[in-house]
């Protein structure tokens, strides 16, 4: 150790031992407390919305009301019964590459971003794009290099991703009111724009997004029907 660095450190835990009477304690600094980690029932609600596959992975059958929904090492596997849990879990990478080819298949084609999230190039510049699946998110980059910024803030990233899904779908969003309170977008101040899975909803209030967690399928057959007229 550096002699001067060894002697600061001396005099430091001396003074830490016996203050004077006449100096006045500095008041201890503690390290921030780390962001608590999210709970499965937030995990579920975050994923489920974009899972992408209606069958169960383990037993490939359809997956209905009573589906499982189990969190494993952080993502959310759909099964069809409390039996299927003990294989998804034995054989997570093959559970997880089920879920990511289904993702990819759902989301490539009509991917709203043209360049990475994490370096801004443009895909394609620097050969094939990398596709990497957070949660039930698909994340297009760059180049290999990428995947360690997305390993650090994939929260920035799915971000970037997001609001390009919503700004892709702002010009022919087919309802002008709101499909939860059917109240006049815009009637009480700027209308929330949320995705529920990849697809845009827009609320009057965010009061209505709760209506959107416990009945997201439904209110999204109501903008598909609007669609279509």
Not at 24 to 47: D, N
Not at 132 to 143: E, Q
Not at 145 to 164: H, R
Not at 203 to 218: F, H, Q, R, V, Y
Request: with cysteine.
């Amino acid at each position: 150790m550096n002699i001067t660095l060894a002697l600061t450190l001396a005099a430091l835990a001396t003074l830490g031992a016996a203050a004077p009477e006449n100096h006045k304690e500095l008041p201890k600094q503690t390290a921030p407390a780390p962001a608590a980690a999210p709970s499965e029932a937030e995990i579920v609600k975050v994923q489920k919305s974009a899972y992408p596959l209606d069958t169960c992975v383990i037993s490939g059958k359809k997956l209905d009301a009573k589906a499982l929904d189990v969190v494993i090492d952080g993502r959310l596997v759909r099964l069809c019964c409390p039996n299927c849990k003990a294989g998804a879990e034995k054989d997570k990478a093959a559970t997880f590459a089920k879920i990511d080819a289904g993702v990819v298949a759902a989301q490539k084609a009509s991917y709203p971003l043209a360049t990475c999230p994490i370096s801004g190039e443009k895909l394609g510049s620097m050969g094939d794009p990398v596709d990497v699946v957070v949660g039930t998110k698909l994340v297009r980059l760059c180049c290999a290099s990428c995947k360690k910024g997305l390993e650090k803030d994939p929260a920035a990233a799915l971000a970037k991703v997001d609001k390009a899904w919503i700004d892709a779908q702002l010009a022919a969003y087919p309802l002008t009111t709101c499909p939860v309170s059917d109240e006049k977008l815009g009637g009480m101040g700027e209308p929330v724009n949320v995705l529920y899975g990849t697809k845009l909803v827009r609320l009057c209030c965010k009061s209505c997004t709760k209506a959107l967690d416990k009945d997201g399928p439904a209110i999204l057959a109501k903008i598909d029907a609007a669609k279509k007229k």
